[in-house]
C-alpha cells in the first residue's frame, strides 16, 4: 500500500486511494478505525478487492459508473461491513484522478460515518408508516360504516343504526386518542399542556374506558375511597393506553385494581403475560420503545411513555412490577 506521508496519516477523515479494478492503494489510520481493522496492514488484505467489505457490491458497480462518467461522486450512501462483522453506513465523497491522456489513474475519496443519521431516518419512516397504519385503521372503518348508513340507512332498524353509530364513534375515539398522544409526546414544555383538576371517581373513569375495549376486562374495587383529584380526561387516557397495552403485549386474562395508599389512590392494570426484563423496564418508558420478540403487534410506541408523562404532571406516578406472577402496572394519584 503506498505511503502518503506524515499529513495523510494524520487527518482524522478515513481518507482512501483505490483502483479501478478495486484494489486499495492507500489508507489512513482513520479509515482501519472506522472499519474496525487493528492495522492498515490489516486492512488492506481484507479490502483486496475493496467491493468486499460492501454489504451490498452493486452499489460499488453504481459508485464506478458515476465516477467514470462524472468525473466525481459526491455524498453517496453505502453499507460497509467492519472487521468484528457488524456494519454501518458511510457517505462517500471521491473524484478520479487522470493522466495527462485522459485515463483515470486511481480515486481518491473520503468517507463520513452516518450510521446515525440512517439508523434515525428508519426510525422516522417506521413511525410514519405506523401511525399511518394506525389512524388508516379506525379511519377506514369510520368511512366505511359511515357510507353503508348514509346509503342504506332506510334498510336497518333502529336498533342496527344506533349499533351502527356506537361502532363509528368507538373507531373514531381510537384516532383522536392516538393524535392525543402524538401531541402529549412531542409538547416539550409542560407548561403549554392544559390540565383540568377536579375531584372525581376513578372506578367510574375506569369503567368508562373500558366500555369501549372488546376484551373483557373486570373491576376489582379493594377500597372505599375511590375519588381522586387529577384531570379525569387525561387519566382516562392513561387508562385507555394501559389497558391497551395490556391487550397488545399482556396475557389473556386482564383486570383492573383500585385501591389507596396513604394519600393517594392506585389503579393497576393487571394481565398474565411474561414479565418484563429487567434491563428493559425504564426503555419501554421510553417514546417509540415497543416490546421485543417476533410476535409483537406493530405500534407506534408511545402508550406508556404518554401515561407516565401526564401522571407525572398531575402528581401522581405511573410504575411497573411483578405481582403474584402477573405484569402490573400502577398509577398512583393523589387521593381526594
Avoid: C
Avoid at 478495486?22 to 482501519?32: D, M, T
Avoid at 467514470?68 to 459526491?74: I, M, S
Avoid at 423496564?281 to 406508556?304: A, C, H, N
Amino acid at each position: 500500500m503506498q505511503d502518503l506521508g506524515d499529513f495523510f496519516r494524520r487527518i482524522p477523515v478515513p481518507l482512501y486511494r483505490t483502483t479501478s479494478d478495486g484494489q486499495l492503494i492507500a489508507g489512513n489510520p482513520a479509515l482501519a478505525e472506522v472499519l474496525g481493522f487493528d492495522s492498515l496492514e490489516e486492512m488492506e488484505k481484507a479490502m483486496s478487492p475493496v467491493e468486499s467489505v460492501y454489504v451490498d457490491p452493486s452499489r460499488r458497480a453504481i459508485w464506478l459508473q458515476r465516477i467514470e462518467t462524472e468525473g466525481v461522486v459526491r455524498e453517496f450512501d453505502v453499507e460497509l461491513q467492519r472487521a468484528d462483522g457488524t456494519t454501518i453506513w458511510v457517505q462517500d465523497t471521491a473524484r478520479a484522478v487522470r493522466d495527462e491522456s485522459g485515463n483515470i489513474v486511481y480515486y481518491d475519496g473520503a468517507l463520513i460515518d452516518v450510521t446515525a443519521k440512517m439508523a434515525a431516518e428508519r426510525s422516522r419512516n417506521e413511525f410514519i408508516a405506523t401511525v399511518s397504519h394506525e389512524l388508516r385503521s379506525p379511519m377506514t372503518v369510520v368511512l366505511g360504516l359511515g357510507e353503508e348508513l348514509a346509503q342504506n340507512y332506510d334498510s336497518f332498524d333502529d336498533d342496527e343504526r344506533r349499533e351502527l353509530a356506537a361502532l363509528i364513534a368507538r373507531q373514531a375515539e381510537d384516532a383522536t386518542w392516538l393524535l392525543e398522544d402524538l401531541l402529549v409526546a412531542y409538547r416539550q414544555d409542560p407548561e403549554d399542556m392544559v390540565f383540568e383538576l377536579e375531584v372525581f371517581d376513578l372506578v367510574k373513569a375506569a369503567e368508562r374506558v373500558l366500555e369501549v375495549v372488546e376484551q373483557e376486562v373486570t373491576v376489582h374495587v379493594e377500597t372505599e375511597r375511590t375519588e381522586a383529584r387529577a384531570d379525569p380526561r387525561r387519566v382516562r387516557q392513561i387508562i385507555r393506553n394501559l389497558v391497551s397495552n395490556a391487550v397488545r403485549y399482556g396475557g389473556p386474562e386482564i383486570d383492573v385494581a383500585i385501591r389507596s395508599s396513604g394519600d393517594r389512590i392506585e389503579l393497576a392494570v393487571r394481565d398474565n403475560g411474561h414479565p418484563i426484563p429487567p434491563e428493559e423496564v425504564e426503555r419501554i418508558f421510553r417514546p417509540f420503545q415497543r416490546g421485543s420478540g417476533p410476535d409483537v403487534p406493530t405500534s407506534v410506541g408511545l402508550g406508556l411513555t404518554v401515561a407516565r408523562k401526564l401522571a407525572r404532571l398531575m402528581d401522581g406516578d405511573l410504575t411497573y412490577r411483578r405481582e403474584d406472577g402477573k405484569t402490573v402496572f400502577v398509577l398512583s394519584l393523589p387521593a381526594a
